[in-house]
């Protein structure tokens, strides 16, 4: 069983910056992939970043250039960097994870999220 727990969401105005985190615990050997997925209210869920494990990245076109998603191994959290941040950017973020079980299949994992509103 693994768990991600987001946090650093927040009100910010628009221009502004933040940075997002997401530590995953419990049974971690190793990672295969970790992702950030937003959902605004009445909008379905989208990717806006992901790292593979060999570091690797994929953004969404619309957050390309604005935001940055990096990893620390060590403490098994990845980060998303939210620069030049747009209304449009206002959503719930959610973690994901794809983490080998004990038969070396990836299983993947949900966060809670966590609100960003971006906002004058």
């Known amino acids: 069983q693994v768990q991600l727990v987001e946090s650093g969401g927040g009100l910010v105005q628009p221009g502004g910056s933040l940075r997002l985190s997401c530590a995953a615990s419990g049974s971690i050997y190793s990672i295969n992939s970790m992702s950030w997925y937003r959902q605004a209210p009445g909008k379905e869920r989208e990717l806006a970043a992901r790292?593979?494990?060999?570091?690797?990245?994929k953004y969404a076109d619309s957050v390309k250039g604005r935001f940055t998603i990096s990893r620390d191994n060590a403490k098994n959290t990845v980060y998303l960097q939210m620069n030049s941040l747009k209304p449009e950017d206002t959503a719930d973020y959610y973690c994901?994870?794809?983490?080998?079980?004990?038969?070396?299949?990836?299983?993947?994992?949900w966060g809670k999220g966590t609100l960003v509103t971006v906002s004058p």
């Open positions: 790292i593979i494990s060999g570091g690797s990245t």
């Open positions: 994901h994870a794809v983490v080998p079980n004990t038969r070396g299949i990836g299983v993947g994992y």
